[in-house]
Nanobody, 117 residues
Framework: QVQLVESGGGLVQPGGSLRLSCAAS????????MGWNRQAPGKQRELVAH???????NYADSVKGRFTISRDNAKNTMYLQMNSLKPEDTAVYYC???????????WGQGTQVTVSS
């Protein structure tokens, strides 16, 4: 069972930055893709960004140019650098990892990001 642990959330003012981390219990290159998702109160969970094992990335339109997904293979950790944060970015952020056979989708426990003055 893959374990994913997110960290780095918190309270930040509009225009500020945060970096989220997602530490995996196994080699992250063994996954087909890893991603960041978020869920705001009363809304459905949405994909924010994801990265394939080959390094291809994709972002939601709402975060393009502000968020950057990256990884450190040696540390088995994925990151989400979030800049120019807006109140509408407030949500619980979850990382996920999809196995190469596409049969398993593992999730972390989530980390709260609150953007407010």
């Amino acid at each position: 069972q893959v374990q994913l642990v997110e960290s780095g959330g918190g309270l930040v003012q509009p225009g500020g930055s945060l970096r989220l981390s997602c530490a995996a219990s196994t080699n992250i290159l063994s996954f087909y893709t890893m991603g960041w998702n978020r869920q705001a109160p009363g809304k459905q969970r949405e994909l924010v960004a994801h990265m394939t094992s080959t390094g291809n990335t994709n972002y939601a339109d709402s975060v393009k140019g502000r968020f950057t997904i990256s990884r450190d293979n040696a540390k088995n950790t994925m990151y989400l650098q979030m800049n120019s944060l807006k109140p509408e970015d407030t949500a619980v952020y979850y990382c996920n990892a999809v196995s190469r056979d596409l049969l398993r989708n593992s999730w972390g426990q989530g980390t709260q990001v609150t953007v407010s003055s």
